[in-house]
Nanobody, 125 residues
Framework: QVRLEESGGGMVQAGGSLRLSCAAS????????VGWFRQAPGKEREFVAA???????YYIDSVKGRFTISRDNAKNTVWLQMNSLRPEDTAVYYC???????????????????WGQGTQVTVSS
């Protein structure tokens, strides 16, 4: 099973930017979609964005136009570029891998096969 490791979190003022990275080890992303979730204190983990091996990208409405997900299969890395950050974006962000060729709902955490350990993003007002 592939292991995922996030990096790039930190503290930033509102309106600032951060770039999260998710690196795979012990395997490759291959044809698996990869997503980002986040969990704020006292809230459930929520889907943020997903990128299949090829095709359309998926975002929740609140981050559309501000966040961009991308991947480099040769480097086994997925990124989440976060611009115009808001205090409500504060959360622990998790990288998630789905099964190869998965085409179901990316919102469903039960379909995730591998999780990273998470990286904290804090946006101050």
């Amino acid at each position: 099973q592939v292991r995922l490791e996030e990096s790039g979190g930190g503290m930033v003022q509102a309106g600032g930017s951060l770039r999260l990275s998710c690196a795979a080890s012990g395997g490759t992303f291959g044809f698996a979609p990869v997503g980002w979730f986040r969990q704020a204190p006292g809230k459930e983990r929520e889907f943020v964005a997903a990128i299949p091996w090829s095709g359309l990208l998926y975002y929740i409405d609140s981050v559309k136009g501000r966040f961009t997900i991308s991947r480099d299969n040769a480097k086994n890395t997925v990124w989440l570029q976060m611009n115009s950050l808001r205090p409500e974006d504060t959360a622990v962000y998790y990288c998630a891998a789905y099964p190869p060729y998965y085409s179901g709902s990316y919102y469903n955490t039960n379909r995730v096969t591998s999780w990273g350990q998470g990286t904290q993003v804090t946006v101050s007002s």
